[in-house]
């Protein structure tokens, strides 16, 4: 344990977590907050005039932790860890996580509130007390999500290694989205991959009501004008939509790979390796399908780990799958990428694969962009 961690209880943190939830990120120098500044400083203990990026740093470590799901979602709303919300008024970032949870904003100040910060505060103290976030004279070993990124070679291949949630993925012509054989995508507050990005293309207003959702209807589109507006179709299909506003993040089209079989009656779903290997060679044909049609012809394409959410199939199953389709694919001038949330998924590709990984310092990835490296 880390000297004087002792003094990082959770009732104390828990206080400062609050002041945070209140006044927003973008207030964070003007709190008083001496624990989460320890916390947050570098391994030798000193508190730079930076530490409000360290803070907000921790705290982004501190919500990485807590295993996605609603829990996690519902923190990052919150505290205005999720994407353009650090500015929003608290009371715009309580109504947004009470959805998360599907209950009233009083219900959820209440109750599930209290909970979720005390989760992050807990998830402080951890970290404040086993010094995992520093080591002497090494860089932190869990950035915050938009600093991550690897590049991973396979023989002759490489590949982009994105560490962070899927919507943060920029510049990136194409996503790959996994769904369901009904190309039925999940509400917005759910805490996945299809529903990320529906989320984050979404349109809102300027308090941050949804007025369209351009993800969800294109996709509803492509089923009328394909005859499967009410079946499902093959695993293994791949619809296109656009990007919503992600256009303004670079993004292009957005590739929903029908990978999920529902099961009928239950919440659960089957998924093989042979459909996730099926979706991604047919998301490959198809982006070369639409290359030339686009101005300027598609060049990368992202890829999470399909089937290894809801679908169950094991995470290292999903990657070998993938890498079947991936490492056949005869476009050398194509830009892949591989996008998972958590480092522990990132060392995970790199064992299956059998890579040495190299991470990007946020000033190689300038480098690389400005060469025409696109990377999210």
Same mark, same amino acid.
């Given at each position: 344990?880390? @000297?004087?961690?002792?003094?990082?209880?959770?009732?104390s943190?828990?206080?400062?977590?609050?002041m945070?939830?209140?006044?927003?990120l973008?207030?964070?120098?003007?709190?008083?907050?001496?624990?989460?500044?320890?916390?947050?400083?570098?391994?030798?203990?000193s508190?730079?005039?930076? *530490?409000?990026?360290?803070?907000?740093?921790?705290l982004?470590?501190?919500v =990485?932790?807590? +295993?996605? +799901?609603?829990l996690?979602t519902?923190?990052?709303?919150?505290?205005?860890?999720?994407?353009?919300?650090?500015?929003?008024?608290?009371?715009? #970032?309580?109504?947004?996580?009470?959805?998360?949870?599907?209950?009233? %904003?009083? #219900?959820?100040?209440?109750s599930q509130?209290?909970?979720?910060?005390?989760?992050?505060?807990?998830?402080?103290? *951890?970290l404040?007390?086993t010094?995992?976030?520093?080591?002497?004279?090494?860089q932190?070993?869990?950035? /915050?999500?938009?600093?991550?990124h690897? =590049?991973?070679?396979?023989?002759?291949?490489?590949?982009t290694?994105?560490?962070?949630?899927?919507e943060?993925?920029?510049?990136?012509?194409?996503?790959?989205?996994p =769904?369901?054989t009904?190309?039925a995508?999940?509400?917005?507050f759910?805490?996945?991959?299809?529903?990320?990005? #529906?989320?984050?293309?979404?349109?809102r207003?300027? #308090?941050?009501?949804?007025?369209?959702?351009p993800?969800?209807?294109?996709?509803?589109? *492509?089923?009328?004008?394909?005859?499967?507006?009410?079946? @499902?179709?093959?695993?293994?299909?791949?619809?296109?939509?656009?990007p919503?506003?992600l /256009?303004?993040?670079?993004?292009?089209?957005?590739?929903?790979?029908?990978?999920?079989?529902p099961?009928?009656? =239950?919440?659960?779903?089957?998924?093989?390796?042979?459909?996730v290997?099926g979706?991604?060679?047919r /998301?490959?044909?198809?982006?070369?399908?639409?290359?030339?049609?686009?101005?300027?012809?598609?060049?990368?394409i992202?890829?999470?780990?399909? +089937?290894?959410?809801?679908?169950g199939? @094991?995470?290292g199953?999903? %990657?070998?799958?993938? *890498?079947?389709?991936?490492?056949?694919?005869?476009?050398?001038?194509?830009?892949?990428?591989?996008?998972?949330?958590?480092?522990l998924?990132? $060392?995970?590709?790199?064992?299956?694969?059998?890579?040495?990984?190299?991470?990007? /310092?946020?000033?190689?990835?300038?480098?690389? $962009?400005?060469? +025409?490296h696109?990377?999210?």
């Amino acid at each position: 344990m880390s @000297p004087g961690a002792a003094e990082f209880e959770v009732a104390s943190v828990l206080r400062e977590v609050k002041m945070v939830r209140v006044e927003g990120l973008v207030r964070i120098r003007d709190l008083d907050l001496p624990l989460l500044r320890r916390a947050a400083a570098p391994h030798s203990g000193s508190v730079t005039d930076a *530490w409000p990026v360290e803070v907000e740093n921790l705290l982004r470590t501190a919500v =990485t932790r807590l +295993g996605g +799901g609603s829990l996690q979602t519902a923190a990052e709303f919150t505290l205005g860890l999720a994407p353009g919300m650090r500015d929003r008024p608290a009371a715009d #970032r309580r109504k947004l996580a009470a959805r998360v949870y599907n209950v009233s %904003v009083e #219900r959820f100040r209440k109750s599930q509130e209290e909970m979720v910060l005390a989760q992050v505060a807990e998830q402080v103290c *951890w970290l404040a007390g086993t010094g995992a976030r520093r080591t002497p004279g090494s860089q932190p070993t869990l950035l /915050a999500p938009h600093l991550q990124h690897r =590049t991973l070679r396979v023989g002759p291949i490489g590949v982009t290694l994105h560490v962070h949630p899927v919507e943060l993925v920029r510049n990136v012509d194409v996503i790959v989205s996994p =769904t369901n054989t009904h190309l039925a995508l999940p509400e917005m507050f759910k805490a996945s991959v299809p529903a990320a990005l #529906r989320r984050a293309g979404a349109v809102r207003d300027a #308090r941050g009501d949804v007025t369209a959702d351009p993800v969800h209807e294109e996709l509803a589109r *492509w089923r009328r004008e394909n005859g499967v507006a009410g079946r @499902p179709v093959l695993p293994g299909t791949v619809a296109p939509t656009g990007p919503g506003t992600l /256009a303004a993040r670079g993004v292009r089209r957005i590739y929903h790979a029908a990978v999920t079989v529902p099961r009928p009656g =239950t919440n659960d779903y089957d998924v093989t390796p042979q459909d996730v290997a099926g979706a991604a060679t047919r /998301a490959l044909a198809l982006m070369d399908e639409e290359r030339e049609a686009l101005a300027p012809p598609l060049r990368s394409i992202c890829f999470p780990l399909l +089937g290894a959410g809801r679908g169950g199939l @094991p995470p290292g199953t999903s %990657v070998s799958a993938l *890498w079947s389709a991936l490492s056949a694919d005869s476009a050398r001038d194509r830009e892949l990428h591989l996008v998972v949330r958590r480092p522990l998924l990132a $060392e995970l590709i790199a064992d299956v694969l059998g890579v040495t990984q190299h991470r990007l /310092a946020p000033g190689e990835l300038e480098d690389s $962009e400005e060469k +025409g490296h696109r990377c999210g």
